[in-house]
C-alpha cells in the first residue's frame, strides 16, 4: 500500500519559515522523483519544488531563492524549507512521487500552510 504523509504545516508570520516533510511508504523511494505542489484557495494546483531520484532540484519563480527542496533516501523522505514566508504562500502543500520508468503518479493528503500578513 503506497502511501504519502504529510507534515510540519502550521500557521506563521510573514517573514518565518516552515519546514514541511513527506514520508513515503510502499514504493521504492530512491527510484522517484519527488515534488511539492501548492493548491491555494480559488486558484489551479501548481508545482512549487521537484527534485528528480538524482537530486537535481527545480523550483517555481515565485519562491526561488526562499524555498529548498530535499531529500533522505534512507529515510524515505522529502523535505521543503520554507523561508520568508509571504502571505502569497498560503495553501495547502501536498507531496507528489512519480515514478518515470512506469508513468505511476501518487498524492499525499496535504498540509495546511497559512501564513499571516
Known amino acids: 500500500q503506497v502511501q504519502l504523509v504529510e507534515s510540519g504545516g502550521g500557521l506563521v508570520q510573514a517573514g518565518g519559515s516552515l519546514r514541511l516533510s513527506c514520508a513515503a511508504s510502499?514504493?521504492?523511494?530512491?527510484?522517484?522523483?519527488m515534488g511539492w505542489y501548492r493548491q491555494a484557495p480559488g486558484k489551479q494546483r501548481e508545482l512549487v519544488a521537484a527534485i528528480t531520484r538524482r537530486g537535481s532540484t527545480d523550483y517555481a519563480d515565485s519562491v526561488k531563492g526562499r524555498f529548498i527542496i530535499s531529500r533522505d533516501n534512507a529515510k524515505n523522505t522529502v523535505y521543503l524549507q520554507m523561508n520568508s514566508l509571504k502571505p502569497e504562500d498560503t495553501g495547502v502543500y501536498v507531496c507528489?512521487?512519480?515514478?518515470?520508468?512506469?508513468?505511476?503518479?501518487?498524492w499525499g493528503q496535504g498540509t495546511q500552510v497559512t501564513v499571516s500578513s
Open positions: 510502499g514504493t521504492t523511494f530512491i527510484i522517484a522523483a
Open positions: 507528489n512521487q512519480v515514478f518515470q520508468y512506469n508513468g505511476a503518479d501518487y
